[in-house]
């Protein structure tokens, strides 16, 4: 009888321990499975994302221009919502039919060095807006980063992804974004635009150099040199320089490019794109130039051309105008109903601006109609002899946004933020001091001047261009709506994330916005100009302590597939106490239970 009670205590012993094991087994693999989510990836060990785009950040020795081949940056797409629009890689996302429609891009670094990429307009939760120790850390070589975030309404249109590290995306990495749903029912003709055939013209500067340099930089991917003897200009007069002078609009540039591009290639053998007699096409515009603004010109196409958004949002249809300028990082958004029958070669040519009694560079895309033949190699030259101007507010005193934002005309002064454009080329250019990002600087630092707002309130923000240079200024994490133009107040004035402040004689530009994006370290207002960006021509517009997430980046619509700082979803630390505290409980037993 005792011999039966051992044997069963025994065997009542055995299963209970393997039970206990296979506890213990299964809470270690979660704690493992959850350190390694905590921890950013190695390419090729993180599994494959089903659902989600894939962006590969590589180098090609293949550029090629003007009949030579270069060392470029560029993006590899793949996945779900890859596609090629006239010739460029293009990450198109249809959200109409999504209850919760997300942006789920995985970001692989192919590079030797580190990468963060940034979708420029667009409004994430601030750990995913993909800046370099603001928002997150870069992705190391050899890493991969997912970012995951609900798409809202607003954030529907035409955007572009570039690096945010260096001066990678003027090397070339970047690519369009477009965000597609129905336009509003109310918004003219929406049914034929919704049907409209997309064509992109993607422009870039290529292989910059200091204009009094023209030698500099021949490999073409040496931007810093150009930035050392920019800064070694400005050390040299920086101790005597006279803040308070209004300096005259300029009439050069301090940086000149040796070629200007369109979907990638020179006018001389441009991108041609067929389109059907009788149709509707939506040409979307987008800026992705280092530092050059243009005049993009419609040439024959202008009686039929129509101004329908600009950064992503719409204006009420403007017509009658023979372009559209587009500053560095805007975008334009234009339709051209072509008539039945018509048949013709069209040019859409993007001008670099400059002065009409100088020769200037251009480039440009063509729209081969009903059929025709595609022109001749060299049929377009890559100058002209005459150019287009200057961009100041030509267009933008055109626009009136269709859907405007919430009235700015009771904003007080204690929300109005004076943002003066100082000191030259970027280097003491907000209020006089300068903000700088790895990898420019070697170490972080917050923002020691940072604009200051309380969550849901409006706030404006005054600039005035004491500087000889038009500025291109930006403001992540929210879209703004332009309120005063060279001391002129706008009636409902475009919605946009960019806005150009014209050159010098303390010109003013006035924009308004709903502080309703709270994020940690802030969201980066800056000029897009990458020469000025780099010389910390950036501050950050943060919020209050205490500032509560609004209901459309509550904890219900976080990403919750792996994101943050550079690694993937980190493990809350108490579910991660409890994990150990259990694992030890297990442990106590199973050599309690194996004594048996």
Not at 32 to 58: C, D, F, H, K
Not at 130 to 141: D, E, H, K, M, Q
Not at 221 to 244: E, R
Not at 341 to 354: D, S
Request: hydrophobic share 45%; with cysteine; aromatic share 8%.
């Amino acid at each position: 009888m005792r011999k039966v009670l051992v044997v069963s205590r025994a065997g009542a012993a055995g299963r209970l321990v393997l039970l206990v094991k296979l506890l213990s087994v299964v809470l270690l693999a979660v704690m493992v499975g959850n350190a390694a989510a905590a921890t950013p990836g190695r390419v090729g060990v993180i599994p494959p994302y089903a659902s989600a785009n894939v962006v590969e950040l590589m180098k090609t020795s293949q550029f090629r221009v003007n009949g030579k081949d270069y060392v470029r940056l560029q993006a590899k797409l793949s996945g779900p919502d890859a596609t090629v629009v006239s010739g460029v890689p293009t990450l198109t996302i249809d959200i109409s039919k999504a209850t919760h429609p997300m942006f789920r891009v995985l970001y692989r670094n192919a590079l030797a060095s580190p990468a963060i990429m940034h979708a420029h307009g667009l409004t994430p939760p601030g750990n995913l807006d993909g800046v370099p120790y603001l928002s997150a850390l870069p992705i190391a070589a050899d890493r991969e980063q997912l970012y995951v975030y609900e798409l809202l309404p607003q954030n529907v249109g035409t955007y572009f992804i570039h690096s945010h590290y260096g001066f990678q995306h003027e090397q070339g990495l970047a690519f369009p974004l477009v965000i597609k749903a129905p336009l509003p029912a109310a918004y003219p003709l929406a049914t034929a635009i919704d049907k409209a055939k997309d064509v992109v013209l993607y422009l870039e500067d290529f292989c910059p150099y200091q204009s009094d340099n023209p030698d500099q930089n021949p490999s073409c991917f040496d931007s810093m040199a150009v930035y050392n003897t920019l800064k070694a200009g400005w050390a040299a007069g920086a101790a005597t320089f006279d803040f308070s002078n209004c300096m005259a609009p300029g009439t050069d540039t301090d940086v000149k490019y040796r070629a200007q591009l369109a979907n990638y290639k020179t006018l001389d053998n441009p991108v041609t794109v067929r389109v059907d007699a009788g149709e509707m096409i939506r040409l979307r515009i987008i800026n992705s130039a280092g530092m050059s603004h243009y005049w993009v010109d419609f040439g024959a196409l202008a009686d039929v051309a129509t101004i329908i958004s600009v950064d992503g949002q719409l204006v009420k249809p403007v017509t009658g105008q023979a372009g559209v300028w587009v500053a560095v990082a805007q975008r334009a958004d234009v339709t051209f109903r072509l008539a039945a029958g018509t048949k013709g070669v069209f040019p859409i040519i993007a001008q670099l601006e400059q002065l009409p009694s100088r020769p200037t560079q251009q480039s440009g895309i063509v729209l081969l109609v009903g059929g025709a033949d595609a022109p001749a190699r060299g049929a377009y030259n890559v100058t002209t002899p005459s150019g287009p101007g200057y961009m100041a507010v030509q267009t933008e005193q055109l626009l009136h946004a269709f859907e405007p934002l919430p009235s700015a005309a009771d904003v007080s002064a204690a929300n109005s933020f004076a943002v003066n454009l100082t000191g030259d080329n970027g280097f003491s250019s907000i209020n006089t001091k300068s903000f700088q990002l790895p990898p420019l600087i070697d170490t972080f630092a917050s923002n020691p001047h940072p604009l200051l707002v309380t969550g849901g309130g409006t706030y404006c923000l005054d600039f005035t261009n004491f500087n000889a240079d038009s500025h291109a200024m930006h403001l992540h994490g929210h879209s703004f709506q332009v309120t005063g133009l060279l001391n002129k107040t706008i009636t409902d004035g475009a919605v946009r994330d960019t806005v150009l402040v014209p050159k010098g004689a303390c010109n003013k530009v006035r924009v308004c916005f709903k502080a309703d994006n709270p994020a940690q370290e802030g969201w980066p207002l800056h000029c897009h100009m990458n020469q000025h960006l780099a010389a910390g021509m950036l501050t950050t517009v943060e919020y209050q302590k205490g500032t509560s997430l609004p209901p459309a980046r509550s904890k219900d619509h976080a990403p919750s597939d792996g994101n943050v700082g550079g690694n993937s979803a980190a493990v809350p630390a108490g579910r991660l106490f409890w994990q150990v505290m259990l694992l030890a409980i297990f442990s106590t037993a199973l050599l309690s239970v194996s004594r048996y």
